[in-house]
């Protein structure tokens, strides 16, 4: 099961080296995925926030 996770990483990653062409489209790639990343931590931490949150007279 490891092996195949890993090669189906790193299939995942040369799939994505090929759309780009230039050094230029790499960098673009690795932010989108960086702000993906940022922006679901964001939610997540929104929801674990409201979920602590105890409504009054609970």
Do not use: H
């Given at each position: 099961m ?5 090669v189906?990483i790193i299939a ?15 960098g673009e ?5 960086g ?7 964001e939610?997540?931490?929104d929801i674990v926030a409201?979920?602590t949150k ?5």
């Amino acid at each position: 099961m490891r092996k195949i996770s890993q090669v189906l990483i790193i299939a995942i990653a040369l799939m994505s080296l090929y759309g780009c062409n230039t050094i230029k489209g790499l960098g673009e790639d690795f932010t989108a995925v960086g702000t993906w990343i940022k922006n679901g931590s964001e939610k997540a931490k929104d929801i674990v926030a409201d979920d602590t949150k105890e409504e009054p007279g609970s």
